[in-house]
């Protein structure tokens, strides 16, 4: 018997809860109207917000489409700058290169110039030391001459003294 009661039971509760869900359907108003009609302003509310967040993104990317641009060109002008100071440094090389060249050249020719004067002299120490040598050897002869001249004389004197000596003695 129990069994009967509680599948009776089951069955009341189903009936009721039937019962009660044809209640509140026909005294509800449709939810989807309530919904929509709640979710309206919302809606609408979102769809501002949606064009809004449009706006501002369209004028954030031609900020930033601004800002780019403006970017590029100095970098761009960055660029030029370096581009500049580039040549000037390689126009500086190349001056500096050109005066080291201009100083090695004068050096060269410095030394050069030193080279030829040391070998004239040289060559006036050796025309010197020649023509010394000539003097040397021309006094040298001279005093030979000289004393030849004066051997000579003495010889002759010698001689006459002789003769005279020889002369007296005769006499």
Do not use: G
């Not at 019962?19 to 919904?35: D, G, T």
């Not at 970098?75 to 290169?97: H, Y």
């Not at 060249?101 to 410095?110: A, F, M, S, T, V």
């Not at 060559?123 to 006094?139: G, H, I, P, Y």
């Amino acid at each position: 018997m129990k069994k009967k009661y509680k599948n009776t039971t089951k069955k009341r509760k189903k009936r009721k809860i039937k019962a009660n869900s044809r209640r509140n359907s026909r005294n509800s108003v449709n939810l989807q109207k309530i919904v929509s009609f709640k979710f309206q302003a919302l809606n609408k509310a979102y769809e501002n917000f949606k064009e809004k967040r449009k706006k501002e993104k369209t004028k954030q990317e031609k900020i930033n489409h601004t800002f780019k641009e403006n970017l590029e060109k100095i970098e761009q002008e960055k660029l030029i700058q370096l581009d500049e100071v580039t040549k000037l440094k390689e126009k500086r090389i190349a001056e500096e290169q050109q005066e080291k060249e201009k100083l090695d050249q004068l050096h060269r020719e410095k030394i050069v110039k030193e080279k030829q004067k040391r070998i004239e002299e040289q060559n006036l120490r050796k025309l010197k030391a020649e023509e010394d040598k000539k003097l040397q050897e021309e006094e040298l002869a001279k005093l030979k001459e000289e004393q030849r001249i004066l051997k000579e004389k003495e010889e002759k004197n010698l001689k006459q003294e002789k003769e005279r000596r020889l002369k007296a003695e005769e006499k």
